[in-house]
């Protein structure tokens, strides 16, 4: 059976407007205003319109706060589920969310959570922050900093093909301030990795395709999941799947596809 006969069968159950709104927007096709519009306004969209703060965000970024019941425990979990969605910009969801995030990486306002207390945080917080703006894309200049700092590293980490422990520690200590390998920014964490899949226009081939046979050969956990790529289907399915989405975003899915064999599961 095709994609297409699904997706034909599909729309004979009558989904509502969300379902017929990501089919669309999975299959590449047009999207009238009748249909967004009605999406917006579904239920699904109306919970993140309903929970979103005046400044944009959604209470904390990246640390949940356990005394606080939240339907959204935190910005980037929010981030999450508009990427589900597949909500572009344009709209005062996305709009808001997106400037307060890049109000975030010009210092603009506080970040929300506080610091923790080990060496990697600081650096950490603008790299969550780019990671999930970058979903949406922005010509922000802090933005395209931080994301120029860590291309600088990964290109260093492959210079010679392979990985080298070395360069990318080294590197990140000059341009971060700390060493990255193996803690929760390093390479493998699936901040860098977001962030590299939607920026990947501005990524080598050769460099991708170094950094993707890493990733998938490495036997490594992708960072703040349990996921090891070589282990496939043998990985929890749910954190997989988060893993696996980066690369249906539309079309920086090429970060994904660089390396045929390592994808298939």
């Given at each position: 059976m095709s994609v297409f006969d699904v997706v034909d069968r599909i729309y004979k159950m009558n989904p509502c407007a969300a379902v017929r709104y990501r089919l669309k927007r999975i299959m590449g096709e047009e999207?009238?205003?009748?249909?967004?519009?009605?999406?917006?306004?579904?239920?699904?969209?109306?919970?993140?319109?309903?929970?979103?703060?005046?400044?944009?965000?959604?209470?904390?970024?990246?640390?949940r706060d356990s005394k606080i019941k939240q339907v959204f425990p935190t910005t980037e979990l929010a981030v999450d589920s508009i990427k589900m969605l597949d909500v572009p910009r344009g709209n005062e969801l996305v709009d808001k969310l997106?400037?307060?995030?890049?109000?975030?990486?010009?210092?603009?306002?506080?970040?929300?959570?506080?610091?923790?207390?080990?060496?990697?945080?600081?650096?950490?917080?603008?790299?969550?922050?780019a990671s999930k703006l970058s979903v949406f894309g922005s010509d922000c200049r802090e933005y395209l900093e931080i994301f120029n700092c860590w291309h600088t590293i990964l290109k260093e980490a492959f210079a010679d093909g392979e990985y080298s422990i070395d360069r990318t520690d080294i590197t990140a200590?000059?341009?971060?301030?700390?060493?990255?390998?193996?803690?929760?920014?390093?390479?493998?964490?699936?901040?860098?990795?977001?962030?590299?899949?939607?920026?990947?226009?501005?990524?080598?081939?050769?460099?991708?395709?170094?950094?993707?046979?890493?990733?998938?050969?490495?036997?490594r956990a992708?960072?703040?999941?349990?996921?090891?790529?070589?282990?496939?289907?043998?990985?929890?399915?749910?954190?997989?799947?988060?893993?696996?989405?980066?690369?249906?975003?539309?079309?920086?899915?090429?970060?994904?596809?660089?390396?045929?064999?390592?994808?298939?599961l």
């Open positions: 999207i009238e205003p009748e249909l967004f519009d009605e999406f917006y306004n579904s239920k699904w969209v109306e919970i993140l319109k309903a929970n979103q703060n005046s400044d944009g965000g959604f209470g904390r970024f990246h640390s997106c400037d307060y995030m890049e109000k975030l990486l010009r210092n603009e306002i506080a970040w929300p959570d506080g610091y923790e207390r080990n060496k990697w945080y600081r650096p950490a917080q603008p790299l969550f922050v200590s000059k341009l971060l301030g700390c060493d990255i390998d193996g803690s929760y920014i390093g390479l493998n964490s699936i901040y860098p990795v977001e962030l590299f899949a939607n920026m990947q226009d501005r990524i080598s081939e050769e460099l991708k395709r170094n950094y993707l046979g890493w990733l998938h050969s490495s036997g992708i960072g703040y999941t349990s996921v090891v790529l070589s282990k496939g289907l043998n990985n929890n399915i749910s954190e997989l799947y988060r893993v696996y989405s980066i690369r249906r975003c539309g079309h920086f899915s090429g970060l994904f596809h660089a390396t045929k064999p390592l994808l298939r």
